[in-house]
């Protein structure tokens, strides 16, 4: 799979911008701002349906426009395939496949498989346990289109659970039979969403570690440890437990929704004690990880997109990405940098046909 090109029309800071890949390694070199991470989100756009960067739409439209469209071809299994996506102000953003628009953006999870590494991952490590649950939800999804609607479900049965704790309060009244049908639903999907969440981390970790190994050549442990209340007890004893908690926070207060994936080094928190370097190399690697896992499982090279990651990476780091692009561990790799003169010896170094874009 591989993407040709891509269209964009009012998208972030370009009103219009057309460009045509290369099969291997294609880089966006320029100052900061010029909108070289902007068309890495494009292509990160057609996979997911949404920004990596800009969690409301309306704002990927250009200042001053009252709509934005991405329009791209890619290659797969030797057949052509258009992806379109579109937003116009105060309307639902529409995603195509061949002119057609998918009613369920979920559909098309998966179809397009795609890896980013980039600055902002670091808010895995530094922001709440939310970003990592959405790290495990999105590589599983774009394996498994079951497990993202039970997912799906299962967030609409919480919020529908939500409501009905705060109606409770505001009426002082409490229908345990009316919650006993939100609780049978929750233990449904939550079961399932939980066994596959342990059954991934345990086939992810050997993989994460081997690519942790390989980037920093040291004997650093690293750990990738899944927490959730359902290791401990069945969701119906918890549900039961914590019910009088739940009514008095008006909210659910266990269950899948409050799962998290502790990241360590060494047995400790590498947000407190790992240094900016060895956070770096752990995101990345985690990356790698996702890349090799999602390959392996589907049969497909993801695509690639390597956003600002040469910066502030040491030579011996450099060198073991390019040893990786040169055993052609990976498909079509997109780059942005900041540095034209680094970028271009790090090209010229893998042996591989490679298109530079100076924005």
Request: with cysteine; glycine share 4%.
């Amino acid at each position: 799979m591989y993407l040709k090109s891509i269209s964009l029309f009012n998208y972030k800071n370009f009103a219009e911008a057309n460009f045509d890949f290369d099969r291997k390694i294609n880089c966006f070199v320029g100052k900061n701002g010029i909108g070289k991470t902007n068309v890495l989100d494009a292509i990160y756009h057609l996979s997911y349906g949404k920004s990596y960067f800009n969690p409301l739409a309306v704002q990927n439209i250009k200042h001053g426009e009252e709509f934005f469209v991405i329009d791209a071809e890619f290659e797969k299994k030797e057949r052509i395939e258009q992806i379109v996506c579109s937003l116009k102000k105060g309307q639902k953003k529409i995603l195509k496949r061949n002119g057609k628009a998918y009613d369920k953006f979920s559909d098309h999870i998966g179809f397009i498989p795609l890896v980013i590494i980039s600055p902002a991952d670091r808010d895995l490590i530094v922001e709440g346990s939310e970003t990592r649950r959405k790290f495990m939800d999105s590589v599983i999804s774009q394996l498994d289109s079951q497990y993202l609607k039970q997912l799906i479900q299962y967030q609409k049965v919480i919020s529908q659970r939500n409501a009905l704790l705060k109606y409770f309060a505001l009426n002082h009244v409490f229908e345990n039979d009316t919650l006993s049908i939100y609780n049978e639903q929750l233990i449904i999907y939550g079961k399932y969403i939980f066994e596959k969440r342990k059954e991934f981390i345990e086939q992810f970790i050997p993989t994460f570690n081997k690519h942790h190994q390989a980037i920093t050549g040291s004997e650093e442990t690293v750990q990738l440890v899944y927490e959730s209340h359902l290791h401990e007890k069945d969701l119906l004893i918890l549900l039961q437990e914590n019910i009088n908690k739940d009514r008095a926070l008006h909210y659910t207060s266990v269950g899948i929704h409050k799962d998290d994936l502790a990241f360590e080094i060494d047995n400790h928190p590498i947000k407190k004690f790992g240094s900016q370097g060895q956070q770096k190399s752990y995101l990345i690697a985690l990356k790698l990880a996702q890349f090799e896992f999602l390959k392996k499982q589907s049969g497909v090279k993801p695509l690639l997109l390597f956003d600002d990651i040469f910066d502030k990476l040491d030579e011996s780091r450099v060198s073991k990405i390019i040893e990786m692009v040169n055993s052609d561990t990976f498909g079509q790799l997109f780059i942005s940098d900041t540095h034209p003169e680094r970028t271009e010896n790090i090209l010229k170094s893998t042996n591989q046909s490679y298109k530079i874009f100076n924005l």
